[in-house]
């Protein structure tokens, strides 16, 4: 099954206390985003990578770190979570070419206390 | 930047009955790709239906269909013969369709669609 799998679904956290949040596709898909939701804003792009070692800034990246090894991993790295940093999570990723639709993995919801 | 802006924080429609979400958006660009997702409470993203503003024909699909005004920058979704599970977050979306993809999806605020029995 054609699918983005992005792990884990809950995180509760402690401010300051590095944490990864794993994404993988199986869709052979050359690009790849976070996005983080929250009431009112919508998705707002944090990350997002055109192809392996080939990553960039979205709209709210400050707080984030990402790297893109392998075409299929693209993780999302908060190296000093703090409390603004509580939201809803996703990975998604996408065809070039073709006006394509992004596929979603099942969201992050991640907590910082 | 392009901007998407969805108007109806929430809106309520009866079972069987039929609902329309607006959507604007505002761009520069005249290739480009208009998307609906909705997002129900398990949160999940799914697609459920997709423009292409080259095509003056509206999409459909099923019971959701799409009102494209590409002049007016426009693209409402109907929603016909409502059920329990249309309930959900909907969510409108632009993607660019240029070759440098960089930042090419931007989304609408949503609209929180509750479907009355």
């Known amino acids: 099954e054609a699918q983005v799998t992005q792990n884990p679904r809950y995180l509760i956290t402690v401010t300051g206390k590095k944490l990864t949040v794993t994404c993988s596709q199986n869709m052979n898909h050359e690009y790849m985003s976070w996005y983080r939701q929250d009431p009112g804003l919508g998705l707002r792009q944090i990350y997002y990578s055109m192809n392996v070692e080939v990553t960039d800034k979205g709209d709210v990246p400050e707080g984030y770190k990402v790297s893109r090894k392998e075409k299929r991993n693209f993780p999302l790295i908060l190296e000093s979570p703090s409390p603004n940093q509580t939201s809803l999570y996703f990975c998604?990723?996408?065809?070039?070419?073709?006006?394509?639709?992004?596929?979603f993995g099942s969201g992050t919801r991640l907590t910082v206390v | 930047a392009q901007t998407v802006t969805q108007s109806q924080p929430e809106m309520s429609v009866q079972e069987a009955e039929t609902v329309t979400l607006s959507c604007t958006y505002d761009t520069s660009e005249s290739d480009y790709y208009l998307f609906w997702y909705k997002q129900p409470p398990s949160r999940q993203m799914i697609l459920v239906i997709r423009q292409e503003a080259y095509k003056q024909q509206n999409a459909t699909e099923n019971r959701f269909s799409v009102n494209f005004q590409k002049a007016a920058k426009s693209f409402s979704l109907k929603i016909s013969d409502s059920q329990l599970g249309d309930a959900a977050m909907y969510f409108c979306?632009?993607?660019?369709?240029?070759?440098?993809?960089?930042?090419?999806?931007?989304f609408g605020p949503g609209t929180r669609l509750s479907v009355l029995p």
């Open positions: 979306a632009y993607r660019s369709a240029g070759r440098n993809y960089g930042q090419n999806f931007v």
């Open positions: 998604a990723s996408q065809r070039t070419g073709g006006g394509y639709g992004y596929t």
